[in-house]
């Protein structure tokens, strides 16, 4: 049955072929050739064109809102005042190469050697590395001096930098050492030989300083810093000063958008130290102060006038004397111009407390006695106001007037001879090298102070120039007879040359008289009167020729006039002094 219709099936397809074929063999449609008579070439304006700017109708709530631009105008302080002057040319002769790296060392009369170097080195990774050192010394005695008056004085420090990305750090090493001898025995003369050959006027300081600095980059703390010293002598005096201070930026903006941020400066003041006995007896003297202080300050300008307006906060603890204070005291400076190019005013009143160290007692004058009392000294105002600027492009001048109140302020006096000249001894007690009218102390007091300062620079030519300043003192003391050991006038001219290889300066001083005490007696005495110390002239100059680049020599020649003058009662100095030496630069 399948199979005959799978037959059936084949064969009706086979019928339908047969149809198709034979439909075929009978179509009579006949084929005809187009002749194509030209091409078509279409043409832009065939094209419908498209409206370039449709309009297209939005919604309301989908309409576009309009925007209205305004801007902010904030002034912006600044302190910076340009200097408009003359172009003028500059000499330059041979050209110098600059080296970042020198030794020198030279050799003078009263037996003086002299070496001095400074090393820097700086690496690809944002680091410095540096280095100093300086040697002075005299070996030989000046003249006239019964006792040992040589001196020697040597200064090492180093450094290392590092720029971060955040901040820049760096830390500071210093030491010194300087020794001294109390040679300036009053009345010389009676001293006997034996008396004199007892006396030990050696004084050795030594000093060691910490420093660490973090500068921070777009902060609002500007830098951190903190300082530790410690200081000794020969007499086992120590003095321990810590500091501890950072700069920040407030933002005021909070108040108003056109403020600038405010500058506060702040900090921390540790102090602490002791003498193994005070010149009256054998008892210590300690001293113990910490002082805090917070500095805010505003800075602004108008009209070409720049204003700092702030306050001196302070806060002071003295533990050995058991008084504590606190501080208000004003911080106030304003400049600007009153004849364009050619004269500015300038002007402030401001006060501060300063820490008064045995360290900076022992810098100002070396021969003070280990035997100090160290306070504070408060300046409670200082009014100043004043005028710089030039006469011509060749002359600068700067002249200030001030008046200032300080309580406690330090002045040196010498102490009373323990000795009468013929013996070593005083209630059964061996007298140190400082006790036989050799040495000074300090005496505090209240002044007022009424100065005067006038400064002027001449530029002679491209390869001179001189300078000149001078300061007026006048002092109004509340207990003291004298202002012991302060001049009323000190003064100065320079001069400077300089001309292809060759180099020398001259420095001329002048120091008015100066006042100290004189006894009755020895130990325990009274004033019999007032000594003057006589004025004094300091004439010294200093040249020198480059060999080359690397290699030039100085001469160095001071107390040209060999003049005979006291810095100090009793103290003389060294005559007709002369040192030469080479120096030698180089880089790593």
């Known amino acids: 049955m399948k199979k005959g219709f799978t037959l059936f099936l084949i064969y009706f397809a086979f019928l339908s072929l047969n149809a198709q074929k034979k439909q075929q063999a009978i179509d009579t449609v006949k084929t005809e050739v187009v002749n ?80 001095e170097t400074n090393l820097h080195y700086s690496t690809r990774f944002e680091s410095e590395f540096g280095f100093n050192a300086k040697y002075l010394a005299s070996l030989d005695d000046v003249r006239s001096s019964v006792l040992n008056s040589n001196f020697s004085n040597l200064n090492i420090g180093a450094f290392y930098k590092q720029q971060n990305r955040y901040f820049d750090w760096k830390v500071t090493l210093n030491s010194e050492r300087n020794l001294y001898n109390w040679y300036g025995l009053p009345n010389q003369s009676n001293y006997t030989a034996t008396t004199t050959g007892l006396i030990a006027p050696q004084q050795t300081y030594n000093y060691f300083n910490l420093i660490g600095e973090f500068d921070f980059n777009d902060s609002y703390i500007d830098y951190g810093k903190i300082n530790l010293a410690y200081f000794t002598d020969q007499f086992n005096s120590h003095e321990i000063l810590a500091n501890f201070d950072a700069k920040l930026a407030f933002p005021l903006e909070f108040l108003n958008l056109g403020l600038n941020d405010m500058p506060v400066k702040a900090g921390i003041e540790i102090l602490k130290g002791n003498f193994s006995n005070s010149y009256a007896d054998k008892n210590t003297i300690d001293y113990s102060i910490v002082t805090a202080k917070i500095n805010p300050e505003y800075k602004l300008t108008y009209n070409d006038f720049s204003l700092n307006a702030g306050v001196k ?53 070396p021969y003070v006695s280990p035997t100090l009392f160290i306070t504070q000294t408060l300046e409670k105002s200082n009014l100043f106001v004043g005028f710089n600027g030039k006469v011509n492009r060749d002359i600068s001048f700067n002249i200030k007037g001030s008046y200032k109140n300080e309580e406690d302020k330090p002045m040196f006096l010498r102490n009373v001879s323990k000795s009468n000249g013929t013996s070593n001894s005083l209630n059964g007690y ?61 003064g100065s001219v320079s001069a400077k040359y300089k001309r292809n290889k060759w180099f020398a300066s001259s420095d001329i001083f002048y120091v008015s008289e100066r006042k100290d005490g004189l006894y009755n007696n020895i130990y325990p005495s009274s004033f019999k009167g007032i000594e003057t110390i006589a004025s004094f002239v300091d004439v010294n100059l200093n040249g020198g020729y480059h060999f080359s680049d690397k290699f030039s020599a100085f001469l160095k020649l001071n107390n040209v006039l060999n003049t005979e003058y006291q810095r100090f009662a009793n103290y003389d100095t060294q005559g007709f002094q002369i040192l030469g030496g080479i120096t030698y630069k180089f880089d790593f």
């Open 36 to 115: 194509i008579v030209t091409k078509y070439n279409p043409k832009i304006a065939d094209a419908k064109k498209i409206n370039k700017q449709p309009k297209i109708k939005l919604l309301k709530n989908s309409e576009k809102k309009k925007l209205e631009y305004t801007i902010f105008s904030a002034p912006v302080a600044s302190t910076f005042i340009p200097k408009s002057g003359v172009v003028k040319g500059i000499d330059v002769g041979v050209k110098e190469r600059v080296y970042q790296n020198y030794l020198a060392a030279g050799f003078g009369n009263y037996t003086t050697p002299y070496l």
């Open 313 to 365: 906060i302070i806060a002071s603890l003295d533990a050995e004397n058991k008084s504590n204070n606190i501080f208000l005291l004003p911080d106030l400076f304003i400049e600007g111009p009153i004849i364009e190019k050619y004269l500015n005013i300038y002007g402030g009143f401001s006060g501060d407390l300063h820490t008064n160290t045995y360290k900076n007692f022992t810098d100002e004058n």
């Open 430 to 490: 061996t007298l140190s090298g400082y006790e036989y009218g050799n040495s000074f102390n300090v005496y505090y007091d209240d002044v007022k102070t009424a100065s005067i300062l006038a400064e002027f620079a001449y530029e002679y030519s491209k390869n001179l120039s001189f300078s000149l300043q001078g300061a007026y003192n006048n002092y109004t003391l509340e207990n003291a007879l004298e202002a012991w050991n302060l001049p009323s006038f000190e």
